[in-house]
């Protein structure tokens, strides 16, 4: 099975181009800065993924998406290769695109100080929430500081799970 799920930030802003014919479709490429789990020495460490969309997921992401923002995509790695003009045999990796959507809220957006322009998102006419994800909910007390809930002791006999 060939399926790629990454989160990452775009490193610039969607570059969209349009196929020639009579159905002329949007071909939208752009780059995913995505962390790496483990650091070496503590120094911050990315993967620098090229995804490419197309159809209206291209026009979707030359609307919506900027530089900066948090993004993820699933979709599929293509591998390729071609003869570049000083003869050189070039290969590629990229992922093909098949989903994409923001992976923040406007309100991570603004506490992160992102650099895009928000403006742009908001005084458009495309207002579909499924693209768009609610601001995250207050953390409970019990908060352990990574994202997660520690759930109390005791509590395994209620789960309908174990």
Excluded: H, W
Aim: glycine share 8%; hydrophobic share 30%.
């Amino acid at each position: 099975m060939n399926k790629v799920i990454l989160v990452g930030r775009l490193t610039r802003d969607p570059e969209v181009r349009y196929s020639q014919g009579d159905n002329a479709t949007a071909v939208a490429r752009y780059t995913l800065a995505v962390d790496r789990r483990f650091k070496r020495d503590n120094e911050p460490t990315a993967d620098f993924i090229p995804c490419v969309v197309f159809g209206r997921s291209g026009e979707f992401a030359e609307k919506y998406f900027r530089q900066g923002m948090r993004v993820s995509v699933s979709g599929r790695i293509q591998t390729g290769s071609y003869t570049n003009k000083d003869g050189v045999r070039v290969y590629t990796t990229e992922v093909i695109v098949e989903e994409q959507e923001f992976a923040e809220s406007r309100a991570e957006r603004e506490a992160n100080g992102s650099s895009y322009n928000n403006n742009s998102y908001n005084n458009n006419s495309y207002n579909n929430n499924s693209y768009r994800q609610p601001a995250p909910a207050p953390s409970p007390s019990g908060d352990a500081g990574d994202g997660f809930m520690n759930i109390p002791d005791g509590i395994d006999e209620e789960l309908p799970f174990n």
